[in-house]
């Protein structure tokens, strides 16, 4: 190798690593930040998961039949605290004014004479109707409100049935899951690597683009506008060399600077994980092959976006208008990442062909252990096509004098 | 160096120069501002292709030999800046390491030009500490790191103060001594009168007259080459171009 090559990369990794704002910046903050957010909002999300545990839902229920309270305190025991009113008119509008306002937490109308017409089943017309309403403004009226309807009034309803036939366990017809206690056939490791597999791929992503984006404008566009990179190209080492030589230390840092940032999620996990799916780092487990195809897919992802940004950073004069070129990019880098963490194109392998987005969708497929040599392999050669062109146009951009000099 | 004409995007910057530079001569290119002085020595230090015609360096073709060009020239232009975030120390090594020299040569050479220049004493502060003068005086060392056959200075003494000009001016002559072949631009007149044996004026990217100066007060009639200049720069229709 020559050594002038390995002088630019030490150059420009003393550029970064010996500059603390920098450090701070590309290395520290972006781990030191999610893990601080993750962190706050993993504990909020798992403190409002235990307060919901622990909530007593208020209901008011309007025309209650007779029996209805004491099925609900049969069957929730103080979950619910009931309130039951007569009348329907202006009982209601306040009940459901209580609603907006989150002093209660779902208002149930039952029809005027429910009992009676439940007792005349026989007559078609007879069918009694109830209402329920909620806030979705407020998570525990949501939460009161799916409850109400998947699981208490359709349970009622079936009491209600079990009485007319004169034996409860008749209304039941069939039960499902009453003795398989664990009807999920996924161990929880495959959980586990299904949660990352949505979530790591669109965080990779993101973090070694925007860990690029801002080193490799000011590596170009930066020196160009300072006019340092012209007293580079003064030397006699190959513009190919200087070109190369950005692109591995670019390359590097935003390595470094990915790593920080999943370093700080990972290091959370302990308190993040409610936001994350109750995801236990203990249930994962990665094999060698998941590494192999990981390192060879995160060197060919840091390669398209190292050439995209420096090929983008080497046409513009300035910082400020590198930026506005590499901006839109980074649009397209985070809808890829979403997109494939939605789950949408893993199916097709047409889809490996598109550069980005079919290379999170196999960070995707590592991460969740169904990557296919196929899938790969096309991927893999889209990406080296893709970091070909770009580096004959870098190339040939950096051999343009009005693209060499900023300002 | 022969006859070139060279385009700037659209702008023909320079047309129809030719001239030729000996070694232990300092020829100076004097003009206006705008008058092509940077672009042409951006065509000899390889920055730039000429579009037309041919610039040769100890022989050696600027465009098909551009590194070799460059491994025998010294390009120092204020235009060219050097990274704020690192020593001078650190400076001269990565310079000297992509000009392939070794590390004693960078270590001895260093000593040297620090010393000439006097910057010793600050190697290692970080050169966003630094005057403007002593960052002309790093570049200048910088620029000499491998000891150049060729020395190109574009308006060396451009911004700078008694003590610091009159450094360089000083280091020019000695290079000069040592038989190194040196083109400076300026538009200073007084740097081109004390310093060149040689004058070239540009204007308006034409070289209108060249020779020494006498060779130049006795063509136009004048008694300084100020006096020259101007009836040049009047005569060649400088105000329009």
Same mark, same amino acid.
């Given at each position: 190798?020559?050594?002038?090559?390995?002088?630019?990369?030490?150059?420009?990794?003393?550029?970064?690593?010996?500059?603390?704002?920098?450090? $701070?910046?590309?290395?520290?903050?972006?781990?030191?930040?999610?893990?601080?957010?993750?962190?706050?909002?993993?504990?909020?999300?798992?403190?409002?998961?235990?307060?919901?545990?622990?909530?007593?839902?208020?209901?008011?229920?309007?025309?209650?039949? %007779?029996?209805?309270?004491?099925?609900?305190?049969?069957?929730?025991?103080?979950? !619910?605290?009931?309130?039951?009113?007569?009348?329907?008119?202006?009982?209601?509008?306040?009940?459901?004014?209580?609603?907006?306002?989150?002093?209660?937490?779902?208002?149930?109308?039952?029809?005027?004479?429910?009992?009676?017409?439940?007792?005349?089943?026989?007559?078609?017309?007879?069918?009694?109707?109830?209402?329920?309403?909620?806030?979705?403004?407020?998570?525990?009226?949501?939460?009161?409100?799916? #409850?109400?309807?998947? /699981?208490?009034?359709?349970?009622?309803?079936?009491?209600?049935?079990? /009485?007319?036939?004169?034996?409860?366990?008749?209304?039941?017809?069939?039960?499902?899951?009453?003795?398989?206690?664990?009807?999920?056939?996924?161990?929880?490791?495959?959980?586990?690597?299904?949660?990352?597999?949505?979530?790591?791929?669109?965080? @990779?992503?993101?973090?070694?683009?925007?860990?690029? $984006?801002?080193?490799?404008?000011?590596?170009?566009?930066?020196?160009?506008?300072?006019?340092?990179?012209?007293? =580079?190209?003064?030397?006699?080492?190959?513009?190919?060399?200087?070109?190369?030589?950005?692109?591995?230390?670019?390359?590097?840092?935003? $390595?470094?600077?990915? =790593?920080?940032?999943?370093?700080?999620?990972?290091?959370?996990?302990?308190?993040?994980?409610?936001?994350?799916?109750?995801?236990?780092?203990?249930? @994962?487990?990665?094999?060698?092959?998941?590494?192999?195809?990981?390192?060879?897919?995160?060197?060919?992802?840091?390669?398209?976006?190292? &050439?995209?940004?420096?090929?983008?950073?080497?046409?513009?004069?300035?910082?400020?208008?590198?930026?506005?070129?590499?901006?839109?990019?980074?649009?397209?880098?985070?809808?890829?990442?979403?997109?494939?963490? $939605?789950?949408?194109?893993?199916?097709?392998?047409?889809?490996?062909? +598109?550069?980005?987005?079919?290379?999170?969708?196999?960070?995707?497929? =590592?991460?969740?252990?169904?990557?296919? #040599?196929?899938?790969?392999?096309?991927?893999? %050669?889209?990406?080296?096509?893709?970091?070909?062109?770009? *580096?004959?146009?870098?190339?040939?951009?950096?051999?343009?004098?009005?693209?060499?000099?900023?300002? | 160096?022969?006859?070139?004409?060279?385009?700037?995007?659209?702008?023909?910057?320079?047309?129809?120069?030719? !001239?030729?530079?000996?070694?232990?001569?300092?020829?100076?290119?004097?003009?206006?501002?705008?008058?092509?002085?940077?672009?042409?020595?951006?065509?000899?230090?390889?920055?730039?292709?000429?579009?037309?015609?041919?610039?040769?360096?100890? %022989?050696?073709?600027?465009?098909?030999?551009?590194?070799?060009?460059?491994?025998?020239?010294?390009?120092?232009?204020?235009?060219?800046?050097?990274?704020?975030?690192?020593?001078?120390?650190?400076?001269?090594?990565?310079?000297?390491?992509?000009?392939?020299?070794?590390?004693?040569? +960078?270590?001895?050479?260093?000593?040297?030009? !620090?010393?000439? *220049?006097?910057?010793?004493?600050?190697?290692?502060?970080? =050169?966003?500490?630094?005057?403007?003068?002593?960052?002309?005086?790093?570049? @200048?060392?910088?620029?000499?790191?491998?000891?150049?056959?060729?020395?190109?200075?574009?308006?060396? &003494?451009?911004?700078?103060?008694?003590?610091?000009?009159?450094?360089?001016?000083?280091?020019?002559?000695?290079?000069?001594?040592?038989?190194? &072949?040196?083109?400076?631009?300026?538009?200073?007149?007084?740097?081109?009168?004390?310093?060149?044996?040689?004058?070239?004026?540009?204007?308006?990217?034409?070289?209108?007259?060249?020779?020494?100066?006498?060779?130049?007060?006795?063509?136009?009639?004048?008694?300084?080459?100020?006096?020259?200049?101007? #009836?040049?720069?009047?005569?060649?229709?400088? /105000?329009?171009?």
């Amino acid at each position: 190798m020559d050594k002038r090559l390995l002088s630019i990369v030490r150059k420009e990794l003393r550029r970064v690593f010996t500059d603390r704002r920098l450090v $701070m910046t590309v290395l520290i903050l972006p781990g030191l930040s999610i893990a601080l957010i993750y962190s706050v909002m993993g504990m909020i999300t798992g403190d409002m998961n235990s307060q919901r545990d622990l909530h007593t839902y208020r209901l008011v229920v309007h025309e209650a039949p %007779g029996n209805f309270s004491d099925y609900l305190e049969g069957r929730c025991e103080d979950r !619910f605290l009931l309130t039951e009113k007569e009348d329907s008119g202006d009982a209601l509008e306040a009940s459901l004014e209580a609603l907006r306002a989150e002093t209660v937490d779902g208002v149930l109308v039952f029809d005027e004479g429910f009992e009676k017409r439940l007792e005349d089943f026989k007559r078609a017309d007879s069918n009694p109707n109830v209402n329920v309403f909620y806030n979705p403004v407020s998570d525990y009226s949501g939460d009161a409100y799916r #409850w109400l309807t998947t /699981e208490i009034l359709p349970e009622y309803r079936e009491a209600i049935l079990g /009485e007319r036939l004169g034996n409860p366990a008749y209304a039941r017809v069939f039960t499902v899951n009453q003795d398989n206690l664990n009807p999920s056939v996924a161990s929880e490791e495959k959980i586990s690597s299904m949660i990352l597999g949505s979530l790591m791929p669109i965080f @990779i992503s993101i973090f070694l683009f925007a860990g690029a $984006m801002n080193i490799g404008i000011d590596m170009l566009a930066g020196e160009k506008e300072r006019g340092t990179l012209a007293t =580079i190209l003064l030397t006699p080492v190959k513009r190919e060399t200087v070109a190369l030589g950005k692109m591995i230390s670019l390359a590097i840092v935003a $390595m470094g600077s990915t =790593i920080s940032s999943l370093a700080g999620i990972l290091v959370t996990l302990p308190l993040s994980s409610s936001l994350f799916g109750g995801i236990d780092m203990a249930d @994962i487990s990665v094999s060698l092959d998941q590494w192999l195809f990981l390192g060879a897919a995160l060197v060919l992802l840091a390669g398209v976006y190292v &050439t995209l940004i420096l090929s983008l950073s080497m046409i513009a004069s300035s910082v400020k208008e590198a930026g506005a070129y590499v901006t839109p990019v980074y649009m397209v880098v985070l809808v890829s990442g979403m997109m494939a963490a $939605m789950g949408f194109g893993g199916d097709h392998l047409r889809n490996y062909l +598109i550069p980005v987005f079919g290379n999170v969708l196999v960070l995707r497929d =590592i991460f969740v252990d169904e990557v296919t #040599w196929w899938g790969f392999l096309t991927n893999s %050669g889209v990406s080296l096509l893709v970091i070909l062109m770009l *580096l004959l146009v870098f190339r040939r951009i950096f051999k343009m004098e009005r693209y060499l000099y900023g300002g | 160096m022969k006859k070139k004409a060279l385009h700037k995007r659209t702008v023909e910057a320079v047309r129809g120069i030719d !001239f030729e530079v000996k070694p232990g001569e300092i020829y100076g290119l004097l003009g206006p501002n705008g008058a092509g002085k940077t672009t042409t020595l951006r065509c000899i230090s390889t920055l730039m292709r000429p579009t037309a015609g041919t610039v040769e360096v100890g %022989g050696l073709n600027t465009v098909s030999a551009g590194e070799r060009v460059r491994e025998r020239i010294s390009f120092l232009t204020n235009d060219l800046k050097l990274d704020e975030h690192f020593s001078p120390d650190f400076t001269m090594k990565f310079f000297g390491e992509l000009r392939q020299m070794s590390p004693k040569a +960078i270590e001895e050479r260093k000593d040297v030009l !620090f010393e000439a *220049l006097r910057i010793t004493g600050f190697k290692n502060q970080p =050169i966003k500490e630094f005057s403007t003068g002593m960052r002309q005086k790093l570049a @200048i060392a910088v620029s000499l790191l491998h000891d150049p056959e060729v020395v190109v200075f574009d308006e060396p &003494t451009n911004g700078l103060d008694v003590i610091t000009a009159r450094t360089v001016t000083e280091l020019l002559l000695a290079m000069k001594q040592d038989k190194k &072949t040196i083109l400076v631009s300026t538009h200073e007149m007084s740097v081109a009168e004390g310093l060149c044996d040689r004058i070239g004026i540009l204007i308006s990217g034409s070289l209108v007259m060249e020779g020494t100066l006498e060779h130049i007060l006795k063509t136009t009639g004048t008694r300084s080459l100020a006096d020259a200049f101007f #009836w040049l720069y009047k005569e060649y229709g400088g /105000e329009n171009g």
